[in-house]
Protein backbone atom coordinates (compact mmCIF):
# COMPACT_ATOMS: atom_id res chain seq x y z
CA UNK A 1 0.00 0.00 0.00
CA UNK A 2 1.08 3.60 -1.46
CA UNK A 3 1.08 5.88 2.05
CA UNK A 4 -0.86 8.35 -0.59
CA UNK A 5 -3.20 6.06 -2.19
CA UNK A 6 -6.60 6.26 -0.66
CA UNK A 7 -7.80 3.11 1.62
CA UNK A 8 -10.98 2.17 2.37
CA UNK A 9 -11.58 2.31 6.05
CA UNK A 10 -15.03 2.17 6.61
CA UNK A 11 -18.91 0.84 5.22
CA UNK A 12 -21.44 4.48 5.47
CA UNK A 13 -23.47 2.58 7.48
CA UNK A 14 -21.32 2.09 10.27
CA UNK A 15 -21.47 5.50 11.72
CA UNK A 16 -24.40 7.48 12.53
CA UNK A 17 -25.21 11.25 11.84
CA UNK A 18 -22.93 12.48 15.09
CA UNK A 19 -20.61 10.08 15.47
CA UNK A 20 -17.12 8.86 15.52
CA UNK A 21 -14.63 5.73 15.14
CA UNK A 22 -10.58 5.54 15.60
CA UNK A 23 -8.99 3.77 12.57
CA UNK A 24 -6.10 2.54 13.80
CA UNK A 25 -2.51 4.20 11.74
CA UNK A 26 -1.75 0.30 11.17
CA UNK A 27 -5.06 -0.33 9.15
CA UNK A 28 -4.81 2.48 6.67
CA UNK A 29 -1.22 3.46 6.36
CA UNK A 30 -0.95 7.00 8.05
CA UNK A 31 1.63 7.92 10.64
CA UNK A 32 -1.03 8.62 13.52
CA UNK A 33 -4.34 6.88 14.25
CA UNK A 34 -7.46 8.43 12.65
CA UNK A 35 -10.84 9.49 14.16
CA UNK A 36 -13.08 9.04 11.52
CA UNK A 37 -16.25 11.23 12.05
CA UNK A 38 -19.43 11.77 10.16
CA UNK A 39 -20.94 15.12 10.67
CA UNK A 40 -24.62 16.12 11.52
CA UNK A 41 -24.90 16.50 7.91
CA UNK A 42 -24.02 13.19 6.88
CA UNK A 43 -20.70 14.50 5.71
CA UNK A 44 -17.56 12.28 6.83
CA UNK A 45 -14.35 14.12 8.51
CA UNK A 46 -10.88 12.62 9.51
CA UNK A 47 -8.61 13.89 11.84
CA UNK A 48 -5.85 12.81 14.13
CA UNK A 49 -7.52 10.65 16.85
CA UNK A 50 -5.19 12.97 19.73
CA UNK A 51 -6.64 16.26 21.43
CA UNK A 52 -3.83 18.11 20.98
CA UNK A 53 -3.93 19.28 24.34
CA UNK A 54 -4.08 16.11 26.45
CA UNK A 55 -3.46 13.49 24.36
CA UNK A 56 -7.20 12.15 24.82
CA UNK A 57 -8.83 10.12 21.78
CA UNK A 58 -11.32 12.12 20.16
CA UNK A 59 -13.13 9.03 18.44
CA UNK A 60 -14.48 9.06 21.99
CA UNK A 61 -15.93 12.93 22.14
CA UNK A 62 -19.05 14.24 20.97
CA UNK A 63 -19.85 15.05 17.63
CA UNK A 64 -22.52 18.47 16.96
CA UNK A 65 -22.35 19.78 14.02
CA UNK A 66 -19.18 20.07 12.62
CA UNK A 67 -17.18 20.39 15.52
CA UNK A 68 -15.80 17.41 18.09
CA UNK A 69 -15.19 17.82 21.76
CA UNK A 70 -13.12 16.25 23.61
CA UNK A 71 -14.21 14.04 26.37
CA UNK A 72 -11.39 14.77 28.71
CA UNK A 73 -11.00 18.33 29.15
CA UNK A 74 -13.88 19.71 26.86
CA UNK A 75 -11.70 20.90 24.07
CA UNK A 76 -13.47 21.79 20.65
CA UNK A 77 -12.50 20.86 17.20
CA UNK A 78 -13.65 22.19 13.71
CA UNK A 79 -13.83 18.98 11.31
CA UNK A 80 -13.31 21.12 8.23
CA UNK A 81 -10.12 22.45 9.07
CA UNK A 82 -8.61 21.02 12.80
CA UNK A 83 -8.65 24.66 14.34
CA UNK A 84 -9.45 24.67 18.02
CA UNK A 85 -12.40 26.29 18.80
CA UNK A 86 -12.97 25.60 22.54
CA UNK A 87 -9.97 25.91 24.71
CA UNK A 88 -8.35 24.35 26.98
CA UNK A 89 -6.17 23.41 23.56
CA UNK A 90 -5.09 25.72 21.21
CA UNK A 91 -3.38 23.61 18.57
CA UNK A 92 -5.03 22.57 15.69
CA UNK A 93 -5.21 18.20 15.15
CA UNK A 94 -4.18 17.34 11.62
CA UNK A 95 -6.87 16.73 9.25
CA UNK A 96 -6.88 14.30 6.33
CA UNK A 97 -9.04 13.71 2.77
CA UNK A 98 -11.93 11.58 3.28
CA UNK A 99 -14.72 10.66 0.41
CA UNK A 100 -17.12 8.42 -0.04
CA UNK A 101 -17.33 6.02 -3.31
CA UNK A 102 -20.75 4.16 -3.04
CA UNK A 103 -21.12 2.25 0.41
CA UNK A 104 -17.63 2.91 1.12
CA UNK A 105 -15.31 5.71 3.55
CA UNK A 106 -11.93 5.95 1.43
CA UNK A 107 -8.95 7.71 3.81
CA UNK A 108 -5.84 9.44 2.29
CA UNK A 109 -3.54 8.77 4.82
CA UNK A 110 -1.48 12.28 4.38
CA UNK A 111 -2.47 15.11 6.32
CA UNK A 112 -4.02 18.13 4.26
CA UNK A 113 -1.75 21.05 4.41
CA UNK A 114 -2.66 23.34 7.54
CA UNK A 115 -5.36 25.94 6.89
CA UNK A 116 -4.07 29.74 8.35
Not at 9 to 38: F, H, K, M
Not at 60 to 65: A, K, L, P, Q
Amino acid sequence: MSVSEPVAVAQVNELEPESAIRIPADRCGATEDIALVRAEDGTFYAISDLCTHAEVSLSEGFVEGSLIECPGHGSQFCLRNGHPQMPPANVPVRTYPVEVRGDQVWLTPVPNPVEP
